[in-house]
DNA sequence: ACCTGAACACCGTTCAAGT
DNA sequence: ACCTGAACACCGTTCAAGT
C-alpha cells in the first residue's frame, strides 16, 4: 500500500470545505444536487472538485464516511446488548431512517449491495457488508433468522422496505412498521 | 365532461409516433431517456412534445396506459381463477415483473403510491389502486393476510420488493424468491 | 390549430493556462 | 502540485415565427 502523502495546505483546505458543502448541498437537494453549484458555494473552481472526487460516487462516499463508520459501530453495540434479532431489526432500523434523513445515503448503499461483479469494493460498502454479516450470522444461529437469507438479501430488502415508507410520507413515518412486516417474513417458517 | 375533439390529422401522427419513440426510448435509457432525444427521433419539434406531454410524467402515463390498464383487467382475472391470497401474490410478482421489464413503468407507479395529498388522481393510478383494492380485500376477508394492512401498503412494499431484487440483479431474478419473504411477513400473525 | 427550431438557462466534464 | 475558469456537449423548456 503506498504511503498517503499529506495534502499541501490549500488543497487540504479545498477538500474539506468541499466536504462540508456538499453534506448540506445532498440534505438539501438530494443526492441529485448540482456539483457545479458545490464548487460554487465552496468557493473553488469545478475542476478543483473533480480533482479530489472524479466522480458523483466517490463524493458521496467521502461525505458520508463518518456516518458509516458510526453505524457500523452501532451494529456491535446492538450485538452485545440484545439478543440477536432484535439487534439486527433495531440496526436495520437506524440505518433506514439514516437513509430517509440523510438523502444521498441511500444513493451511496445503493451500488453497495448490488450484484456488480467488480467495482462494488468501495469503503463504505465494506463497512455496511461486514456489520449485516455480524448481525445476520448472529440471528440466524438464534433461530429467529431464515437459515436461507444472506445478509445481502437483508441489506437489500432493507434498502426497499425504507423506499417503500419513503413513498408513503417524505418522513418515513412507517418505516418501523413496514420493517417490522418485513422482519416477520424473515422469520423462520412456522407452520 | 368537455367531448374531446378529434385532433388534426398531422397532429394525431405525431401524437403517436411520440408515443411510440418514448417507449422504446424508456425502455432502452430507463426513466431518464432524452426528451429532446425523443423528440428528434420521433421527427418533431421538442415543442411538439411538450403541446402534447407537458410533463415527463404525462408522457410516462400515455406511453404505458394500455399495460397498466391490461394489468389491470390481469386482477380480475386472477381473482375468478384462484384463492384470494394466491391472486394477490401471482399478481403483485406479475407487476414487479412489468416494472422491471418495462423501465419506466416504476417511476410512473411510484408517484401513484405516494401519500400525495393532491395531483395523484391519474388515470393510471387509479386503474392501479383499484384492482390492489380488490385483491387486498379478499385476501383479508378469507384471512390470509393480515386485516391491519391496507392496499397502499402492499403496493408500496411490493414497489420497495421489485427495487430490493432489482438492486440483487439487473435482470430481477431474486424477485419471486423476494415477493414470497413479503408475503409471508403479510401472512396473519401466528404464534 | 398546430408545428418548428432558435434561444435561454443549467449542468457535467475536460483541459490549457496560471501560480 | 494544485487551482482556475473558459470551453464544449448536452438537456429541459419556452416562445416568436411560420403554415
Redesign the interface.
Known amino acids: 500500500m503506498a504511503q498517503v502523502r499529506p495534502m499541501r495546505a490549500d488543497a487540504r483546505r479545498n477538500y474539506e470545505r468541499l466536504l462540508k458543502v456538499a453534506v448540506e448541498a445532498f440534505a438539501e437537494h438530494g443526492e441529485g444536487a448540482s456539483l457545479d453549484d458545490i464548487a460554487k458555494r465552496a468557493g473553488v473552481g469545478s475542476g478543483t472538485l473533480y480533482r479530489h472526487f472524479p466522480t458523483r460516487q466517490a463524493l458521496l462516499e467521502a461525505a458520508y464516511l463518518d456516518r458509516i463508520e458510526a453505524l457500523a459501530a452501532r451494529a456491535d453495540t446492538l450485538a452485545a446488548e440484545r439478543p440477536p434479532g432484535e439487534a439486527l431489526g433495531e440496526w436495520l432500523y437506524e440505518l433506514g431512517v439514516g437513509m430517509i434523513r440523510m438523502r444521498g445515503l441511500r444513493a451511496l448503499l ?1 451500488p453497495a ?3 456488480g461483479d467488480a467495482a462494488v469494493a468501495t469503503a463504505c460498502g465494506d463497512s455496511v457488508r461486514n456489520a449485516a454479516d455480524r448481525l445476520v450470522r448472529a440471528a440466524r444461529q438464534e433461530g429467529t433468522l ?1 437459515p436461507d ?1 444472506e445478509p ?2 437483508v441489506l ?2 432493507a ?7 419513503e ?3 417524505a418522513e418515513g413515518r ?1 418505516i418501523r412498521r ?1 420493517l417490522g ?7 423462520p ?3
Not at 412486516?181 to 422469520?187: A, K
Open positions: 445503493g449491495v448490488t450484484e431464515r437469507v445481502m438479501d437489500r430488502l434498502h426497499g422496505v425504507t423506499t417503500a415508507s413513498l408513503a410520507d412507517q413496514y412486516l418485513l422482519m416477520e417474513g424473515l422469520g417458517r412456522d407452520r
